[in-house]
């Protein structure tokens, strides 16, 4: 069965400083990769998407994520980060081998904390 | 600007009272989604509808978790009797037939004492 491991629980950062948020899923089979983002006391909202086409995936407020199916990773990038940022951060994946299931499968979450 | 909403937002309730929480997912998804959110577990799925049918309820305790959709255009989580480890924030999520994608609405923080 697929799973989802984000391999850092917190990730403290300086504001402008780069960040990158690791996931990695367990199968090889085809699959399509998520981020999403949740702020303090509000749901979750979808920051990209890997579905098929370029490895490199582009998303809102600046981040973007890199499709590698060999290392079956997909980390969250961001070159300048801002205090706005400080979030709880999700990857989640979709096994297309299991039909016609719409159901993700989610990692436990990265807390971002960015400090001035 | 479609988005799901989720009633109440909060909900304080005693031990063994009926809690129900409602979803109106975006109109014309057909998927919705129930988890439960908690510092422990995470994000948890409970149910999983597609066109009003329950597909998945695995990770729903049955004995006192109940999901439906009453219509297309409603689906509600009840609780019968709750109990304190029921605290957790419950969120709902809809999608379309043909994406992946899932719109998560607000979320109903539930404390139960």
């Known amino acids: 069965a697929q799973s989802v491991t984000q391999l850092d629980s917190q990730v403290p950062v300086f504001e402008e400083a780069p960040v990158e948020l690791r996931c990695n899923y367990s199968s090889s089979v085809s699959v399509y990769l998520f981020w999403y983002v949740q702020y303090p006391n509000q749901g979750l909202q979808l920051l990209l998407k890997?579905?098929?086409?370029s490895t490199l995936v582009k998303g809102i407020n600046g981040f973007e994520a890199e499709f590698n199916k060999s290392q079956t990773s997909f980390h969250l990038r961001k070159p300048s980060v801002h205090i706005s940022d400080t979030a709880e951060y999700f990857c989640?994946?979709?096994?297309?081998?299991?039909?016609?299931?719409?159901?993700?499968?989610w990692g436990l979450g990265t807390s971002l904390a960015v400090n001035p | 600007d479609a988005r799901v909403t989720q009633t109440p937002r909060h909900k304080v309730t005693e031990m063994g009272q009926e809690v129900t929480m409602r979803c109106q997912p975006i109109?014309?998804?057909?998927?919705v989604f129930w988890y439960r959110q908690t510092m422990m577990q995470g994000l948890e799925l409970l149910a999983y509808?597609?066109?009003?049918?329950?597909?998945?309820d695995s990770g729903m305790p049955k004995d006192r978790f109940s999901a439906e959709m009453p219509d297309a255009t409603l689906a509600t989580l009840k609780i019968q009797p709750s109990e304190p480890r029921d605290s957790a924030v419950y969120f709902c999520?809809?999608?379309?037939?043909?994406?992946?994608?899932?719109?998560f609405g607000p979320g109903t923080r539930l404390t139960v004492t």
């Open positions: 999520a809809s999608g379309s037939a043909n994406s992946y994608e899932q719109y």
């Open positions: 109109l014309g998804h057909n998927t």
């Open positions: 890997y579905l098929s086409g």
């Open positions: 509808f597609r066109n009003r049918a329950p597909l998945d």
């Open positions: 989640a994946v979709s096994d297309l081998s299991a039909g016609n299931n719409r159901k993700l499968i």
